[in-house]
């Protein structure tokens, strides 16, 4: 994928959904007597990109270590609907604990993989690429993150930490395009800078001012063919704002370098899995 590690609060993420779920003990499956075993059978019962193995299995490792999980899809393979993607062998009580933030997780995650995938697919461009934006659901920013490159989509900024996007708001308070850039240059040398137009004018200013990613925000499609002229490669180019599935091959044909959009991590429609649960005393 690259260098993101999307994986160093896998721990500390399920262990906040565990202790939001289970508290001081699962009342339910404590009915279920020690001894009794289980095999659980996962089905997706729709077409999906699976996507969140490594959260799924964290959720069992943190439950019962002894839990053995066989998984009979890769992560980021597409399924079909009803297919059969893992089984889980173990306790009864710890399996059912474990269920619903397992499948929260699962389901989560593939839907935004499973988005990604449409958007890519709609795209259909070998130029232009999918980014995602900063619109994830809380706690879950890297999680979403890993499930938008699954979906074969582009990581825009992971968050306000690791690049510089000036928008409006900064422009004013900076002063101009012009004088915000300098100021990101200088106080954070290596760092992409990007920054947010709203017509041609800025375009030009983001440009002399050596920006390395000129964002068009709400551009008419016209305008977007006369800014990549503008620009001619000197920085990259990413359509953003009202941006949606059917429009998205016609944008791609403007050359622009990316289109972002929030649509694939917020608006996600979580994948509908199901568990199939059989039991025998050990």
């Keep these: 994928m ?3 590690n999307y994986f160093e609060n896998i721990e500390a993420t399920v262990a906040a959904a565990l202790k939001e779920d289970i508290k001081t003990g699962d009342l339910t499956a404590d009915l279920i007597p020690d001894g009794i075993q289980a095999t659980a059978h996962i089905i997706c ?4 990109i699976i996507c969140g193995r490594p959260w799924f299995d964290e959720v069992f ?14 992560e980021g393979e597409a399924v079909h609907a009803n ?3 893992c089984t889980i062998t173990g306790s009864a009580r710890n399996i059912l604990t474990a269920e619903r933030s397992a499948l ?7 839907g935004t993989a499973t988005t990604t995938a449409e958007y890519v697919e709609h795209l259909n461009s070998q130029h232009t690429k999918l980014l995602d934006t900063r619109k994830t659901l809380p706690g879950l920013r890297l999680a979403q993150k890993y499930a938008v490159v699954c979906g074969g989509g582009k990581n825009h900024r992971i968050g306000l930490f690791d690049a510089i996007l000036i928008k409006e708001n900064h422009i004013i308070a900076a002063g101009g395009i012009a004088e915000a850039i300098g100021l990101a240059k200088f106080k954070h040398p290596g760092k992409t800078v990007e920054v947010e137009t709203e017509n041609l004018e800025e375009v030009q200013q983001a440009l002399e001012g050596g920006a390395d990613i000129i964002m068009l925000d709400n551009f ?3 305008m977007m063919h006369e800014a990549v002229k503008l620009v001619d490669g000197r920085a990259k180019l ?4 009202n941006v949606e599935l059917m429009h998205l091959a ?3 044909e403007t050359q622009v370098d990316y289109i972002s959009t929030g649509a694939i991590t917020k608006h996600l429609q979580a994948i509908d899995l199901s568990m199939r649960f059989k039991m025998s005393k050990a």
């Design 61 to 74: 490792r943190q439950i019962d270590e002894e839990a053995h999980i066989e998984w009979l899809c890769e």
């Design 2 to 4: 690259n260098d993101i």
């Design 250 to 252: 016609t944008l791609a």
């Design 45 to 48: 019962k729709e077409k999906a």
């Design 83 to 85: 297919q059969h993607i």
């Design 104 to 110: 929260n997780f699962l389901q989560t995650l593939s």
């Design 238 to 241: 990413e359509v953003s704002g």
């Design 220 to 222: 008419e499609l016209e």
